[in-house]
Nanobody, 118 residues
């Protein structure tokens, strides 16, 4: 079992920045694909960014050039730096851990709210 706890959400004006952080209950980065997803009201959950066990990254087109995913292996943390935020980035952001080899091992955090509004 893996517990994921997100933090760092809040209210920010358009053009501003926020940094989200996800702490995993144990060291998993070597075996898991880590990612950030978001879900806006009335919409499906969508991928924001992922980082593979080899540190390869993948971003949704809507956030490329604005968001950066990173991790600290020593602290078991996964971060999402969000710059140039737009109102359409408003959503609940979730941290995810998915085993890179074995299916059925897929974990979610409780989510953190990000609101971009003036």
């Amino acid at each position: 079992q893996v517990q994921l706890v997100e933090s760092g959400g809040g209210l920010v004006q358009p053009g501003g920045s926020l940094r989200l952080s996800c702490v995993a209950s144990r060291s998993i980065f070597r075996l898991y694909v880590m990612g950030w997803y978001r879900q806006a009201p009335g919409k499906q959950r969508e991928l924001v960014a992922t980082m593979g066990s080899g540190a390869s990254t993948n971003y949704a087109d809507s956030v490329k050039g604005r968001f950066t995913i990173s991790r600290d292996n020593a602290k078991n943390t996964l971060d999402l730096q969000m710059n140039s935020l737009k109102p359409e980035d408003t959503a609940v952001y979730y941290c995810n851990a998915r085993h890179s080899v074995v299916s059925g091992y897929n974990y979610w955090g409780q989510g953190t709210q990000v609101t971009v509004s003036s």
